[in-house]
Nanobody, 114 residues
């Protein structure tokens, strides 16, 4: 069974940084074939796309995080990362990792205080 486990969330002041990690329990061959993504959901809001990275390593970002967040992947370790810099209070949300279009992690809370 495929499992995605996020970590690295926490409480940080505005302007600070966090690095989220997502560990995927699947064989490496299948992992590297899949696009990966980070999504977030703030209280009372719909889940939204934050960043994606293709199987080939090409990233894309929501306009709200461009220039501040960086997505990356390590195919040798079945890991995906989200480096978040210059955090803002509006970045506060539960952040989810997704593999392909089916598999989701359980989420990690990010709280940015003003």
């Amino acid at each position: 069974q495929v499992q995605l486990v996020e970590s690295g969330g926490g409480l940080v002041q505005a302007g600070g940084s966090l690095r989220l990690s997502c560990a995927v329990s699947i064989n490496s061959f299948t992992f590297r074939l899949n696009a990966m993504g980070w999504y977030r959901q703030a209280p009372g809001k719909q889940r939204e796309l934050v960043a994606t990275i293709t199987s080939g390593g090409a990233p894309s970002y929501a306009d709200s995080v461009k220039g501040r967040f960086t997505i990356s992947r390590d195919n040798a370790k079945n890991m995906v990362y989200l480096q978040m810099n210059s955090l803002k209070p509006e970045d506060t949300a539960v952040y989810y990792c997704r593999m392909g279009t089916v598999y989701w992690g359980q989420g990690t809370q990010v709280t940015v205080s003003s």
